[in-house]
């Protein structure tokens, strides 16, 4: 364990229960969490490449160009690194690595080469390493980066306590680490419409499971990482449109993995369902004239 000097035990562990979180908490097993991204990574990919935003903005505020061994912890399809490979030094070695398969073969894909699983791809040009790892457990030796990153994936793990001592077990002391979670409800419309729109207008009520807004208090997320040993941290919120402008893509919105699992529980309701959210979709964008997106809340800090 960790020291914590600026809160105490006791009253840390308080914190959390007043915030109603609980460290114990249980989402998917690892193993699930890897087969839903094996399964849904087109159809995720394909819709939500404006969330990748916040990658940017971590590797901007990480610095990425003054550090010499990255390692990105749910890299997913890598949208950006035509940009941040071209911008780190470049003798620096950048680990890109994610639960899932499919995320690692579009990765591939993407910069023209082979995927093949349980083994680690290397592209010589950008001192690129490409393997499949698990942020609670990695396989990477003490104080081997000095710079992390996780963008989107700490609200999806199981224990993100313990991705989070694992972020501060590999990296250098002085070595900094970033991580982006879903943040403020109320403009994270096209996450919360749905299940707001089944409920209130069909009386259907989605299975409970532990929300991906579970971690979008900034104390807390302040507070989680200096108790395991981060300083100078510095956490903010930051809202990301995805790219849907008009009535066309509104209509894609339905292949997207979230929509679409909501939609199974509706029945022989769901072309009345999909009315709705059509509807509510188009006031959002054509009425109100306001983006549909996520926002995130951003959080970096240094390992002691």
Same mark, same amino acid.
């Given at each position: 364990?960790? #020291?914590y ?14 915030? =109603? ?14 087969k839903?991204?094996?399964?849904? *990574?087109?159809?995720?990919? *394909?819709?939500?490449?404006? #969330? ?12 990425? &160009? ?5 390692l !990105? ?7 950006l ?10 003798? #620096?070695?950048y680990?890109?690595?994610?639960? =899932? ?34 942020? !609670? ?9 000095d ?16 991705m989070?001592q694992?972020?501060?077990?590999v ?24 299940? =707001?729109?089944?409920h ?7 299975p409970?499971v ?10 807390? %997320?302040i507070?989680?990482l200096?108790?395991?040993?981060f ?23 339905? *292949? ?5 699992? =909501?939609?199974? &529980?509706c029945?022989?309701?769901? !072309? ?12 959002? %964008? ?10 995130g ?8």
């Amino acid at each position: 364990m960790y #020291a914590y000097k600026k809160l105490k035990i006791n009253q840390f562990l308080s914190l959390c229960k007043n915030s =109603s979180y609980n460290f114990s908490i249980q989402g998917k097993s690892i193993e699930e969490i890897k087969k839903y991204w094996d399964e849904n *990574s087109n159809n995720y990919l *394909s819709q939500d490449s404006g #969330a990748n935003g916040f990658y940017y903005t971590l590797i901007n505020m990480l610095k990425i &160009e003054k550090r010499m061994n990255i390692l !990105e912890v749910g890299a997913g399809g890598g949208f950006l690194y035509n940009h941040s490979l071209n911008r780190k030094h470049p003798s #620096a070695n950048y680990y890109a690595t994610d639960l =899932s398969d499919s995320m690692l073969d579009i990765l591939c894909k993407r910069i023209g080469v082979e995927y093949k699983p349980n083994q680690l791809i290397t592209v010589p040009n950008y001192n690129l390493h490409i393997e499949r790892a698990n942020g !609670e457990k990695l396989h990477y030796k003490n104080e081997m980066f000095d710079c992390y990153i996780a963008n989107l994936c700490l609200q999806i793990t199981t224990n993100p306590e313990i991705m989070i001592q694992e972020a501060n077990r590999v990296l250098q002391k002085g070595g900094y680490a970033g991580f982006t979670v879903w943040g403020d409800k109320h403009k994270s419309k096209f996450f919360t419409l749905v299940p =707001s729109i089944l409920h209130r207008q069909f009386g259907i009520q989605l299975p409970k499971v532990r929300s991906n807004f579970h971690l979008n208090d900034k104390q807390k %997320l302040i507070n989680m990482l200096e108790y395991y040993g981060f300083t100078n941290v510095v956490c903010w919120n930051q809202f990301q449109p995805f790219p849907y402008v008009d009535q066309d893509d509104i209509q894609t919105l339905f *292949s997207h993995p979230i929509v679409k699992d =909501s939609l199974a &529980e509706c029945g022989d309701k769901k !072309e009345e369902v999909k009315k709705a959210l059509l509807q509510a979709f188009e006031n959002i %964008l054509l009425d109100e004239k306001e983006p549909i997106g996520l926002d995130g809340l951003m959080i970096i800090g240094q390992n002691k």
